[in-house]
T-cell receptor, first 113, second 115 residues
Framework: TQLLEQSPQFLSIQEGENLTVYCNSS?????LQWYRQEPGEGPVLLVT?????EVKKLKRLTFQFGDARKDSSLHITAAQPGDTGLYLC?????????????FGTGTRLTIIP | DSGVTQTPKHLITATGQRVTLRCSPR?????VYWYQQSLDQGLQFLIQ???????AKGNILERFSAQQFPDLHSELNLSSLELGDSALYFC??????????????FGPGTRLTVT
């Protein structure tokens, strides 16, 4: 059962444009993480959001955790070719010491120079 | 560099064979996770070890097994290999903050090709 749905699955835009990727679930998560993965490499952690409504910024990337901690979004401003990659959200439901991440379906982003 | 190491980087083997993938977690991390990633399945959680003990199980086949050793490195054993086992296998390790947030750091992966 896939608990985290990401949209869109694929996105191809011109350099300089803005974009938003969504991560939705019917389940509540104790925290949510965003990763970026390049072909043949492991996912790289970008950010972790914990509090409902939390907004975190990482240069041109803005991450938001939904108030109910069931969904999240990633907004990229003025996209650059270096932003190209597979973006994965992952929700954690942790009983202390028994944590497990559930990964989303992924959004494959291509920025065209 | 995440600090998580995996060997080998690539592995090519035949159906029916057995292979062992190795992972060393980041210094100080007690938890190790194994994931499988194939084109049509996304990133699938297999199993977690914490300080040498199995902590959580995901979609791991009975042909697969793992263990974590006293020095905290982990091995994933895949046996009776089938063509469908061809995939990228990732190891991740985690640290826990006081808030109970478990951030996972991934290794570079092992690409397994079964022919």
């Amino acid at each position: 059962t896939q608990l985290l749905e990401q949209s869109p699955q694929f996105l191809s835009i011109q350099e300089g444009e803005n974009l938003t990727v969504y991560c939705n679930s019917s389940s509540v998560f104790s925290s949510l993480q965003w990763y970026r993965q390049e072909p043949g490499e492991g996912p790289v952690l970008l950010v972790t959001v914990v509090t409902g409504g939390e907004v975190k910024k990482l240069k041109r990337l803005t991450f938001q955790f939904g108030d109910a901690r069931k969904d999240s979004s990633l907004h990229i401003t003025a996209a650059q070719p270096g932003d190209t990659g597979l973006y994965l959200c992952a929700g954690a439901r942790s009983n202390f010491g028994n944590e497990k991440l559930t990964f989303g379906t992924g959004t494959r982003l291509t920025i065209i120079p | 560099d995440s600090g998580v190491t995996q060997t080998p980087k690539h592995l090519i083997t035949a159906t029916g064979q057995r292979v062992t993938l190795r992972c060393s977690p980041r210094s100080g991390d007690l938890s190790v996770y194994w994931y499988q990633q194939s084109l049509d399945q996304g990133l699938q959680f297999l199993i977690q070890y914490y300080n040498g003990e199995e902590r959580a199980k995901g979609n791991i086949l009975e042909r697969f097994s793992a263990q974590q050793f006293p020095d905290l490195h982990s091995e994933l054993n895949l046996s009776s290999l089938e063509l469908g086992d061809s995939a990228l296998y990732f190891c991740a390790s985690s640290t826990s903050g006081t808030s109970g947030v478990y951030e996972q750091y991934f290794g570079p992966g092992t690409r397994l090709t079964v022919t």
